[in-house]
Every structure is written in C-alpha cells, then in structure tokens.
C-alpha cells in the first residue's frame, strides 16, 4: 500500500488479513477504501457484507451483498449470505 495507494487489491488484502485478525472495524474500513479506488468490485462488496454481518449490522451487510450480485450474478458466496 506504501507503494502502491490506489491499488484497490491491496486495500482488499488487507481488508482481509485485518478481518482474519479480529480487527473488522478496519477491515471495513479497508474495503470500503478498495471501493473508493474501483467502483466494479464484487470481491470487495462481498467481504464488506461479511464484515458487517459479523458487526451485526445485517442492513448494510445486506446492501453489499446485493451490490456484488448486481456487479457479478453468478456469485455463489453473496447469494448463499
């Protein structure tokens, strides 16, 4: 990121190593940043709903999953969520 700050893949990794160590208020605020960097995002709309529902806040989650159905149909993942 350092190197790189608009690479919206980067923000994304580190979306999911901040999630992957309990820290999900700045995983949704490095995917909400990936966002900011590439509108088309699905990945990204996809593990901020998971990040949101794992804050309990099950509206936004939602509204993320049906962001990354509209950017990708075929999204198993956000339609199982």
């Given at each position: 990121i350092a190197?790189?700050?608009e690479d919206a893949d980067a923000r994304l990794n580190?979306?999911?190593?901040?999630y992957r160590a309990g820290?999900?208020?700045?995983?949704?605020?490095a995917?909400?940043?990936a966002l900011e960097k590439?509108?088309?995002?699905p990945t990204a709309y996809f593990n901020l709903g998971m990040a949101f529902a794992h804050q309990g806040?099950?509206?936004e989650a939602e509204k993320?999953?049906?962001e990354a159905l509209a950017q990708k149909p075929s999204f198993r993942?956000?339609?199982?969520?």
């Open positions: 190197l790189e700050p580190l979306g999911v190593a901040l820290r999900i208020d700045d995983a949704v605020k995917y909400q940043t590439r509108k088309q995002f806040n099950f509206e993320a999953y049906r993942e956000a339609h199982n969520n």
